[in-house]
């Protein structure tokens, strides 16, 4: 009996240590001439299948690795392969910082297995990872590649033009879709030509764009989220960049302040781009044709800032700065200015005795826009308030656990005249928390990421519970189904005159007191915006580089607060009667996005392709209607072309198409003199009306019945780089933009009943010089 015992213990105490002889390998991948994180890469020890990709940060993890030596690999698009002897020992955490050099000539056959590999392990429903590398594909405007022009490719994703173009996601106006730049809420990232963000392509490091269905970590909107990561600056050498074109100049400048004493050591650097638009005194220059006497009445300047401590470990701390202006005069038709400016910073921990990482962030934003129309009353709205998180990422093998807080405060002051030209305005204060958690899990084939946030709005004393959940299940190892889906909730809304054919002007409203009480014969209960998404599709790998991307969706807008454009009578005792449609300053709605988007992409040494189908349907309904929003866009089509020549890849040649379904628009029924009697009751009104001060009212039809034409354009460009050292390059980059002068529509003045048209034919040519 004692033997027996005596044995049980042995083969207990040798399974424990069975269990036990496994250790966990992290580290971050940098870029050796930079310092600068490589994203997205491929790290696994030579000679098995344990392996991790790095994230945002250049951040890998790879846990339950059995106790021994290796060979670390260390693959990616445009590096060389490195290798590096590692030894992983029994419960303890090996760190190693890996720096990869760029390839020579980035031609070569770099193992696309990372990426392949997240494809299998991670859910990635309704998200487009775009990078430098992708905003380098699209032709690129004025001689500059541009976030503004890359996420216009994107399946789901509408602009509304050229000019005045305004972001729309999935059936979500641009107040539904949050910005965030390294964590901080940005209220506009567009400038008014639809062409340019506020965001410098050469600081963005990633950014991710979720359509639809994403997790808990993101709250406070509901229909979309785009996070945007900037990247560090050059920890080495004093870098940058000059550029000029008819267009605009941009520049970047990037260095040490204080040197890593060591490969792998702490550093501090910075990183500072100024952009600036002259298009209003250059168009008059080099495009006399345009048939505007101010010429093309542009004008904005983007400055950013940021200072980077990396510490020994590759804990990380950011400061940031940001101040974008707008500046545009439509012809004949307004004057729209804004401004937004703030300050942040985030951090990212690496306790070197736990597989925990800590997130942080905190920042301050003020956003002011106006617009002065003619014949019309001004509209003017503020914004600015702070934001703050915490989060703690936990990884147990290719499994992630993610929980955080969230705190948001911000100040809203708005003033609007509906199109009953009654005067609508708020001033009010809000606060928000949130707490959420989430969880993937890698089953077999199957991989699962349920998700729960718990949104506590404060100055409306209304708690949102929002279960989440996303899926995914390897069929094969090229087919793959997927799906995301949850509820959603926000406090801000946006007001904009249903009657524009083009929305110029977002104002920014937190959920307002002055809601009917009754909607479609139920209570309104709440009053914040609601939303329930459910997405699902598939992926296939038709070849080895060839995949397809097949998504359908539904969101229901299942509360909606909107401007009253029917009020009429002002909301007192005196009009108890009157029913609420008429006299309040807001109504509820409801709302229906459904459509479904393929996408097809190849991406093979010299030749990249991109083709994007989108069909979609976008309804509201309110007390009186059913209507389609002005961002109603059927059918979309955009196919993007890139080819790279010459031994060396200098030269680039890139072309993309674009097709739009015609947008909904109201249209003008009648005109009358609009008189304001000021001689009251002896006014004569059968003269009154020749009189020059006499303004001219118009009689609306019924919202959104017309449809505009069909938009298609096509764009070239084609780029030169001349190396004159390792560092040094010169970039010469000629652009068309509407090569065939198609004559789409912008909008129509009413007033004087003429068509006004986007941009005509745009070429450009552009100079860049890195250093």
Not at 142 to 155: N, S, T, W
Not at 571 to 594: C, H, Q, R, S, T
Not at 605 to 633: C, I, M, N, Q
């Amino acid at each position: 009996m004692k033997n027996s015992v005596k044995v049980l213990l042995l083969l207990l105490l040798s399974t424990a240590g069975a269990f036990a002889q496994t250790g966990t390998l992290r580290g971050f991948v940098y870029e050796k001439g930079s310092g600068e994180p490589v994203i997205f890469t491929n790290v696994f020890l030579k000679g098995t299948t344990i392996g991790s990709a790095t994230d945002v940060n250049g951040f890998y993890q790879i846990m339950k690795v059995p106790v021994g030596s290796y060979q670390l690999a260390v693959t990616g698009l445009g590096y060389d392969t490195i290798f590096k002897d590692i030894t992983v020992k029994a419960n303890e955490i090996t760190s190693e910082k890996l720096y990869m050099e760029k390839a020579a000539i980035k031609l070569g056959t770099a193992s696309i297995s990372a990426e392949k590999e997240e494809a299998k392990t991670e859910v990635k429903i309704s998200i487009n990872k775009i990078t430098p590398r992708e905003m380098k594909m699209v032709p690129s405007v004025g001689g500059e590649p541009d976030f503004a022009q890359v996420l216009q490719i994107q399946p789901g994703v509408i602009f509304t033009g050229d000019q005045g173009g305004q972001l729309y996601i999935r059936g979500g106006s641009p107040v539904q879709n949050k910005v965030l730049l390294d964590g901080m809420v940005i209220y506009n990232p567009f400038h008014s030509i639809g062409l340019f963000s506020v965001f410098d392509t050469d600081i963005i490091r990633n950014a991710d764009v979720y359509t639809g269905g994403f997790t808990a970590e993101y709250g406070g909107r509901i229909s979309s989220i785009m996070d945007i990561t900037t990247k560090n600056g050059n920890t080495n050498r004093i870098s940058g960049k000059i550029s000029a074109s008819p267009f605009g100049a941009n520049a970047i400048l990037e260095g040490p302040i204080v040197k890593p004493k060591q490969e792998g050591g702490g550093g501090l650097s910075f990183i500072f781009s100024g952009k600036t638009s002259y298009l209003q005194q250059s168009s008059k220059v080099f495009y006399p044709y345009i048939n505007n006497k101010n010429g093309l009445p542009f004008n904005y300047t983007d400055l950013y800032g940021k200072i980077s401590a990396t510490g020994g470990n590759g804990s990380k701390f950011n400061l940031f700065g940001f101040n974008f202006t707008d500046n545009v005069k439509y012809q004949a038709l307004s004057n729209l200015k804004w401004n937004q400016y703030g300050v942040g910073s985030n951090f990212i921990l690496v306790p070197g005795g736990s597989t925990t990482l800590i997130q942080g962030n905190f920042a301050y934003s003020n956003y002011k826009i106006s617009l002065g129309e003619q014949d019309q009353k001004p509209r003017e709205s503020s914004i600015n308030g702070f934001n703050l998180g915490l989060a703690f990422v936990y990884y147990t093998g290719k499994n992630e656990l993610k929980y955080g807080l969230e705190v948001l405060g911000f100040k809203t002051d708005f003033t609007f005249y509906n199109s009953a030209d009654r005067k609508i305005e708020q001033a009010e204060n809000t606060t928000e928390f949130a707490a959420y958690v989430k969880y993937r899990a890698n089953i077999g084939k199957l991989v699962l990421e349920p998700s729960f946030r718990f949104q506590y709005y404060a100055s409306l004393s209304t708690p949102s519970f929002e279960p989440r959940l996303g899926a995914k299940y390897n069929i094969t190892d090229w087919l793959r189904i997927k799906y995301a889906g949850g509820l959603y909730s926000q406090n801000l809304l946006s007001a904009n005159s249903d009657r524009d054919v083009v929305n110029l002007f977002y104002g920014f409203l937190s959920g307002p007191d002055n809601l009917p009480k009754q909607f479609q014969g139920e209570d309104v209960t709440h009053k914040l915006q609601k939303s329930i998404h459910n997405i699902a599709g598939f992926e296939v790998d038709l070849t080895k580089r060839i995949s397809l991307n097949i998504e359908g969706y539904i969101k229901h807008f299942t509360q909606l607060t909107n401007i009253n454009r029917d009020k009429l009578f002002d909301d007192n005792a005196a009009n108890a009667d009157i029913p609420d449609v008429l006299k309040k300053d807001y109504i509820v709605e409801k709302g229906k996005a459904m459509g479904i988007d393929f996408l097809l992409k190849y991406d093979y040494k010299r030749f990249y392709f991109w083709g994007v189908y989108s069909l979609a349907k976008s309804t509201r309904t309110d007390e009186l209607r059913t209507y389609a929003p002005v961002f109603d866009r059927r059918h979309n089509v955009n196919v993007v072309a890139a080819y790279k020549l010459g031994k060396s890849l200098s030269w680039e040649l890139s072309a993309r198409w674009n097709l739009g379904s015609g947008f909904p628009f109201t249209k003008t029924q009648g005109y009358y003199p609009n008189l304001n009697f000021s001689g009251g009751i002896t006014t004569d009104y059968t003269t009154a009306n020749n009189t020059k001060n006499t303004s001219l009212g118009i009689v609306y039809g019924d919202i959104n019945t017309g449809r505009l034409s069909y938009y298609h354009r096509f764009d070239i460009s084609v780029k030169k780089t001349f190396t004159f050292t390792k560092n040094t390059t010169l970039e010469l980059n000629l652009s068309v933009t509407n090569v065939y002068n198609r004559e789409n529509v912008f909008y129509f003045d009413r007033i004087k009943y003429e068509r006004v048209n986007q941009l005509p034919i745009l070429p450009s040519l552009g100079i860049a010089f890195r250093f």
